[in-house]
DNA sequence: CATGAATGAGACTTCATTCAT
DNA sequence: TATGAATGAAGTCTCATTCAT
């Protein structure tokens, strides 16, 4: 059975999102991890080297889909608001995709910033060099005002997306198909524009 | 001698606050607390009864001034800018005064959406509805347009600021007295008007 | 085909000299053997019952020939000088020819007093009666003195023996094939006639 | 009560050596030395800080008082014999006094080729350069003849008293205190002199 | 014969918390 | 108040052994 051994790598990394999801890193077992995959307990160092390894990979495996998503949106044709847009668009159908592995990432690699934060900060940083490019382009072009390092600005805008995404893991602001795709437009309308009339 | 008490307890949550933003709070062991404050082991647990209350207490002392910061702002008279320039500006005051406690404060409660997140969630709510107020408010004046709920910019606001301190701990924005009073004006500037020129 | 079975048998259990060598039997993996063999992880069970098996074997399989060299030795006419001789030739021999499986019996085995020592007490108990009944023979025949226990003597015999092996194995007494061979005379010199001028 | 911390340290020591002894240094768990000390499982942590550093302390403790008597041995006025003599005497004389601690620095140590007795190398050849440098004075005075290297001469009589300790540890020699008196002298005895009539 | 995925008991180590002094 | 020894539950990782293919 070819796929088999694939399989069963899948299904450990597959649980260990819900596991991480629901009780957080620290607080899941590693025989919790097992036992949600339906595994004994042996077979998750059968396949990964320890649990620290898991959520390495976990996040490597989804923040790369977003460096090439910004990669690509960055060199396409296209305004501004379409290249943030872009961004955000990808950032939030990551989470409509698979919350938990949004969430996940965000609450223990992006923010943590002692031991995961700092191991994948260079992947991290590259993530905001993306937009901050994007920003960049558009200051040269004059379409945005250049008062602001495009850093800065990039920490802002990314920020705001990742405080929403946030609000619907916390449960504080509401979620639904529709709720989604409002988010898309108007991060960057807030963004871009402002919240003024 | 009464403020010998005093002085020692403080000086155990301050080693405290050095400590876990130093290590993190799971890494840090409460031995570590101790040391750092240069009292015997045992003392922690005169003072406080377990370390996570340690953790619960210097949030909500700071996050109660922020709560405070916020009703007083609130209710004073002033324009929008003003209003959330006060909120945004309490924060990066509170960053600039203690770095180490913001960053403990963000890193191990605001996203920690599991643990300490959960515990005090009422009270990070509290603050988000701040800024909605404020936000519902120049909607209903017409300041602000409201394509957007009050709630969701108020995400988007307390995200944009959240990520600017993310930037300084990681050392990803440069960090400076001016900076700090930039960032002020900038956050506001960028979530009211917008990017655009 | 007869031999491949053999072959891959003997192959695991020369891997298995090697990496016992190399790593002292506790901290050698079952799958090391295997790799070093070139085989695959359960093709070792498929031959040997367990991992103990495989000491015991190696143990056995040389012990044996060093008891049939003791009889063979003891019953052959001759001086006790020469026999003596043959008892410590053969075992410097036997090291000269497999260091590692030489090394791997005296650390994991003959000195292992709790473990694989219990386990092969009689077959190593043979060993030294061998010895004994050789200086047993000296003085009944008046050639050595009988203030010793032939026993004591064996032991004293064999211990000088073994720790000349032990100093090779350590790199604490100089190896060479004249080295060898000195040595088969000097531990007989030494024991029979003494250090004394 | 100031010898109370000592107390319980010795106390876990002093279990170690049991239970090494009984089930080999492998073979003991750490909960097994704890509750032969009649101590909690973390009050080993509390004053060691891994399982080795037992065993590493229990050998140099030892060993150091070895080296200081073959060191006072040496520098002392006498003949060869009584030199040789002193050294086997010690060497006996802390199997007498403490035969588990010998046996596990036998067993586990001095003929463990791969692990302690690596970390231990060091200390373990300086035991064998005290009785060569005693073999040399000897050989220089022409009372020795000089055909045997002295550090070939020390393996020799170190080994042969080692055996004999292992004779008894294996109950493969009669034991008493008769026979230890017997053993020091017949071991120099066997040395020096042969065991040719 | 051969493979290597799968199992799960076992052991070390950590560390929050308690307690005697 | 203050100390730090003492406790023991909990969790990660290892690895011999089994088993399906």
Redesign the interface.
């Known amino acids: 059975m070819v796929n088999g051994q694939a399989d069963k790598r899948r299904a450990i990394l597959d649980a260990a999102i819900r596991v991480f999801a629901?009780?957080?890193f620290?607080?899941a077992r590693v025989s919790d991890v097992a036992s949600e995959a339906g595994v004994a307990y042996g077979l998750v160092y059968h396949y990964f080297d320890s649990k620290d390894q898991m959520l390495n990979e976990l996040f490597s495996e989804r923040w790369s889909l977003l460096l090439d998503a910004s990669e690509k949106v960055q060199e396409r044709e296209g305004s501004v608001r379409e290249k943030l847009g872009g961004v955000a668009g990808f950032i939030i159908e990551s989470y409509r995709h698979d919350p938990d592995l949004m969430?996940v990432i965000?609450?223990e690699v992006t923010?943590?910033?002692?031991?995961f934060?700092q191991t994948h900060?260079p992947e991290?940083?590259k993530a905001?060099a993306r937009i901050a490019d994007i920003?960049e382009g558009?200051q040269g072009a004059?379409?945005?005002?250049d008062?602001?390092s495009p850093?800065?600005?990039a920490?802002?805008?990314?920020?705001?997306?990742?405080?929403?995404l946030?609000?619907w893991?916390?449960g504080?602001?509401p979620e639904s198909e529709t709720e989604y795709e409002l988010?898309k437009a108007?991060?960057v309308?807030?963004?871009?524009?402002?919240?003024?009339?």
């Not at 923010?111 to 031991?115: D, E, G, P």
Request: aromatic share 10%; hydrophobic share 50%; net charge positive.
């Open positions: 629901r009780q957080g620290h607080s969430k965000i609450v923010r943590a910033a002692n031991t934060g900060l991290i940083r905001y920003v558009a004059g379409t945005f005002r008062s602001v850093q800065f600005a920490m802002a805008f990314y920020g705001a997306i990742e405080q929403v946030t609000g893991i916390f504080l602001l988010a108007h991060i309308r807030t963004i871009v524009g402002g919240l003024a009339a």
